[in-house]
């Protein structure tokens, strides 16, 4: 069992940054995929980064703007968001999968995170 604790979501002006972090503790091994996903409301949860060793992957709409990063030996994930926009507004999931691919779904995640508010305004 995995547990994960998001932070550093917020309000900011669009055009602007955000960090977020998820600090994880259990049960973790370099080799699982540390991912982020996003809600919307209205909407169902997408998948926004994911990384597992060396290997990142990313969602077209954010690929430029964001960069996920991994800190193992803090048991870490990052989440850089620049040039966000209006519609990057979302709760921001932090997430563990043991798949083969890099782009879990979220019926593959393992553990989720409670979440963190982004929201940009215009």
């Known amino acids: 069992q995995v547990h994960l604790v998001e932070s550093g979501g917020g309000l900011v002006q669009a055009g602007g940054s955000l960090r977020l972090a998820c600090a994880a503790s259990?049960?973790?091994?370099?080799?699982?995929?540390m991912a982020w996903f996003r809600q919307a409301p209205g909407k169902e949860r997408e998948f926004v980064a994911a990384?597992?060793?060396?290997?990142?992957a990313y969602t077209d709409s954010v690929k430029g703007r964001f960069t996920i990063s991994r800190d193992n030996a803090k048991n870490t994930v990052y989440l850089q968001m620049n040039s966000l926009k209006p519609e990057d507004t979302a709760v921001y999931y932090c997430?563990?999968?043991?798949?083969?691919?890099?782009?879990?779904?979220?019926?593959?995640?393992?553990?989720w995170g409670q979440g963190t508010q982004v929201t940009v305004s215009s």
């Open positions: 259990g049960r973790t091994y370099s080799s699982y995929i």
């Open positions: 997430a563990v999968a043991n798949t083969v691919g890099l782009l879990p779904t979220p019926g593959e995640v393992g553990s």
């Open positions: 990384i597992r060793l060396g290997d990142t």
